[in-house]
């Protein structure tokens, strides 16, 4: 069973510009949750779709958006990026109910200059 | 608001003891906690997941215990490997698909 697969893994951009992230889950999940890791910030949440519906949404700016399409995999996007947003983002996929295990891709690292 | 801490940020131990890394947890409404586990340029592995209606859970030499009254709960690995060197998060979610993550602890294993 495939895990959940993050392209690209590394992505550079210059300031001003917008990206684009994708996340597949695990065949099955409904759920898919994007995070911002950063040395000092940690792992945080952005939002989570489910069934092609954002249900809960992190304290990032509107900058920071995201969809799901009906085969559950999500795109996260980020305009007028900057130096800040540079990090790792991670996506977790899971079946989606309260309470259930959460599994993660390798992440893109995305650098800001 | 909420917040997941973990107490040390920095744990070192000899290969063969026994591991143990804490987490406090604020939101008393937390209803599921998970441990991850992170390796050097990888996404978090699962570990170990515990339910609010549980004080202790064990997997395969993992040991995840809860106590709700102080809000704490503690990860302990047996017979720590160097395998086992990573970054640990504990996260808390009481809204299904939104996890709180702690800062990390750092396992460091001497051989």
């Known amino acids: 069973k495939a895990g959940v697969t993050q392209t690209p893994r590394y992505l550079i951009k210059t300031r001003g510009q917008q990206v684009t992230l994708s996340c597949s889950p695990i065949s099955g999940h409904r759920s898919v949750s994007w995070y911002q890791q950063t040395p000092g910030q940690g792992l945080q949440f952005l939002f989570e779709?489910?069934?092609?519906?954002?249900?809960n949404k992190g304290n990032f700016p509107g900058r920071f958006s995201g969809r799901q399409f009906s085969n559950s995999r999500s795109e996260m996007n980020v305009s007028t990026l900057e130096l800040g947003d540079s990090a790792l983002y991670l996506c977790?996929?899971?079946?989606?109910?309260?309470?259930?295990?959460?599994?993660f891709g390798q992440g893109t690292r995305l650098t800001v200059v | 608001g909420e917040s997941v801490g973990l107490h040390l940020p920095t744990l070192s131990v000899q290969e063969g003891d026994n591991s143990i890394i804490n987490c406090a947890y604020s939101n008393s409404a937390s209803d599921y906690f998970i441990w991850y586990k992170q390796e050097s340029g990888k996404g978090p592995q699962f570990i170990i997941d515990?339910?609010?209606?549980?004080d202790k859970r064990q997997g395969q030499r993992v040991t995840v215990l809860l106590n709700k009254t102080v809000k704490h709960l503690s990860l302990q690995i047996a017979a720590t490997q160097p395998g086992d060197s990573a970054v640990y998060f504990c996260?808390?979610?009481?809204?299904?698909?939104?996890?709180?993550f702690g800062q990390g602890t750092e396992l460091s294993v001497k051989p």
């Open positions: 779709y489910f069934s092609e519906t954002q249900r």
């Open positions: 977790a996929s899971s079946l989606g109910g309260l309470g259930t295990e959460a599994f």
């Open positions: 515990i339910r609010s209606n549980m």
């Open positions: 996260a808390d979610t009481f809204q299904g698909g939104k996890l709180i």
